[in-house]
């Protein structure tokens, strides 16, 4: 619900609000790069499950060793994924 100042000052709230009514929700992600923005962040939280919270060695040599290691781990089962299969989706109104 937009405020009653909307149309004289809007705040930021309000125009999304605005810019969601003008033009439908899937332009307004498109416009604004939602889809990209939310892929990133699922491919990082996938690093991060592979990767896990925290270094466990010490050192700057061993963690740099143990990034590796997880890397290398980690494209492997990144690929893997991808080889499987994604589900085909169907956007519902």
Request: no cysteine.
């Given at each position: 619900?937009?405020?009653?100042?909307?149309?004289t000052t809007p705040s930021p709230r309000d125009r999304?609000?605005?810019?969601?009514?003008?033009?439908?929700?899937?332009?307004?992600?498109?416009?604004?790069?939602?889809?990209q923005r939310a892929t990133l962040e699922r491919q990082?939280?996938?690093?991060?499950?592979?990767?896990?919270?925290?270094?466990?060695?010490?050192?700057?040599?061993?963690?740099?060793?143990?990034?590796?290691?997880?890397?290398?781990?980690?494209?492997?089962?990144?690929?893997?994924?991808?080889?499987?299969?994604?589900?085909?989706?169907?956007?519902?109104?």
């Amino acid at each position: 619900m937009l405020r009653d100042t909307a149309d004289t000052t809007p705040s930021p709230r309000d125009r999304h609000i605005q810019a969601i009514t003008k033009a439908r929700r899937v332009a307004l992600q498109k416009a604004s790069g939602y889809t990209q923005r939310a892929t990133l962040e699922r491919q990082i939280g996938r690093w991060k499950q592979v990767l896990g919270p925290s270094l466990r060695f010490h050192t700057d040599e061993a963690q740099a060793t143990e990034v590796a290691i997880a890397i290398a781990i980690a494209v492997v089962v990144l690929d893997r994924m991808l080889d499987l299969g994604r589900p085909n989706s169907v956007r519902s109104a």
